[in-house]
């Protein structure tokens, strides 16, 4: 069954570093889809992505987030500077149809991000 | 804004046995769509089962089955012969029709005793 793929599973960064998550999505997919958790907490949504744009962001989303597909296979999540606050689950997903259709959404197995 | 609330952080329930988890949300809104996901500790998010609100009849995957309650804002998750790969946290959760976000809950962590 396809799957979608992140990288690394977990990540240690400084506060203040940049950092890339990276996710492969199922490949016939066109909508991407990024939520986090932190530790002991809900599953929130960040951002969809739908033909290179953004289509809805959370006030999670501030300036310090952005996404990028920079060829055909990869959709990424950069945080800039990162804070301590930033550390939790980031899980990717992916869907072919708008709003995951009835069947919902495919999720990775998520990046653990620390910031020390 | 939609939420949706897990009351149970934690459930356990013996192995063949049945175990049901709660799960209710609330919105304003007359169409939309619920959903449990899984998560074992594999981490990845699995869909369990889905029901479209305009449908009356519960929707059911072989031993997974829920009770949608439309007025009372409930969905809950009926597990029937629990297996020991049951074991995981499950979250419910919410979409609104023509929206791209998923709404979840705070998650059961559900334990299947042998």
């Known amino acids: 069954e396809p799957e979608v793929t992140q990288t690394p599973s977990h990540q240690v960064t400084q506060m203040g570093q940049e950092v890339i998550l990276r996710c492969v999505p199922i490949?016939?997919?066109?909508?991407f889809y990024w939520y986090r958790q932190i530790l002991g907490q809900k599953v929130e949504f960040l951002v969809s992505f739908y033909n290179n744009e953004i289509s809805e962001k959370s006030e999670i989303f501030d300036d310090q987030f952005s996404v990028e597909r920079p060829d055909g296979s990869n959709f990424t999540l950069k945080i800039r500077s990162t804070k301590l606050e930033d550390s939790a689950m980031y899980f990717c997903?992916?869907?072919?149809?708008?709003?995951?259709?009835?069947?919902?959404?495919?999720f990775g197995s998520g990046t653990r991000l620390t910031v020390v | 804004a939609q939420t949706v609330t897990q009351s149970q952080p934690e459930m356990s329930v013996q192995e063949a046995e049945t175990v049901t988890l709660s799960c209710t949300y609330d919105?304003?809104?007359?169409?939309?769509?619920l959903f449990w996901y899984k998560q074992p500790p594999s981490r990845q998010m699995i869909l369990v089962i889905r029901q479209e609100a305009y449908k009356q009849q519960n929707a059911t995957e072989n031993r997974f089955s829920v009770n949608f309650q439309k007025a009372a804002k409930s969905f809950s998750l009926k597990i029937s012969d629990s297996q020991l790969g049951d074991a995981a946290m499950y979250f419910c959760?919410?979409?609104?029709?023509?929206?791209?976000?998923?709404?979840f809950g705070q998650g059961t962590r559900l334990t299947i005793n042998p």
């Open positions: 919105t304003s809104e007359s169409d939309y769509y």
């Open positions: 997903a992916s869907s072919d149809t708008h709003s995951g259709g009835i069947g919902g959404y495919t």
């Open positions: 490949s016939n997919h066109l909508y």
């Open positions: 959760a919410y979409r609104s029709q023509g929206a791209q976000k998923l709404v």
